[in-house]
């Protein structure tokens, strides 16, 4: 037993002197931790600085979902107009609702992009074909320091609709814009 936990040591010293990546070490440190590591736990975020999903159907207008971490917390935003915002008309003209707050608030959120699986959208691309009528949507971010982007026609990754109806709900209720 004392020489496999030496020999485990030896081996997080030559990852940490010779690998870059955290997420490398903190895998060998949960393996060593709990004896396995799962897709889930590596699909959990443990922060976000933004998440923007917008959504567009044949009203040819934009809804648009800005979830942005603050200095103080998070700041969750609904835009709600044209296709394409232009100089004349800032996208702030469009404001519909808007809920700001501190790091419980940021903690809640935190907890709804994990239970909805938004790490796991990234490089979700679909289109259902043989509609006429729909929804388009893309999702740009940045969670867990990494870039990551969605997009779909009438197709939507798991836990979407969900997601986006609890930050509706948050907002309406917590709504700065009455």
């Not at 997080?12 to 070490?25: D, F, G, N, Q, R």
């Not at 935190?110 to 909805?116: A, E, K, P, Q, R």
């Not at 699986?117 to 740009?140: N, T, Y």
Request: hydrophobic share 35%; aromatic share 10%; glycine share 8%.
């Amino acid at each position: 037993m004392k020489r496999r936990i030496i020999c485990l040591v030896a081996v997080v010293m030559a990852s940490v002197l010779t690998l870059s990546s955290c997420s490398v070490i903190d895998r060998l440190l949960a393996l060593l931790m709990s004896g396995t590591v799962t897709e889930e736990d590596d699909m959990k975020a443990k922060e976000f600085d933004s998440i923007i999903i917008d959504i567009q159907g044949t009203e040819a207008a934009t809804q648009e979902y800005e979830v942005l971490r603050t200095d103080d917390g998070v700041r969750i935003s609904y835009y709600y107009g044209p296709w394409n915002y232009n100089d004349d008309e800032p996208k702030e003209d469009y404001l519909e609702m808007r809920a700001e707050g501190g790091s419980e608030l940021y903690e809640q959120l935190l907890d709804l992009v994990n239970d909805h699986k938004v790490k796991k959208w990234d490089g979700f691309s679909k289109s259902a074909s043989g509609v006429l009528d729909g929804e388009m949507f893309s999702m740009s971010g940045t969670i867990d320091g990494k870039d990551i982007y969605a997009h779909g026609s009438n197709a939507f990754p798991e836990g979407f609709r969900q997601f986006t109806a609890a930050l509706w709900d948050i907002m309406k209720e917590k709504n700065t814009q009455k």
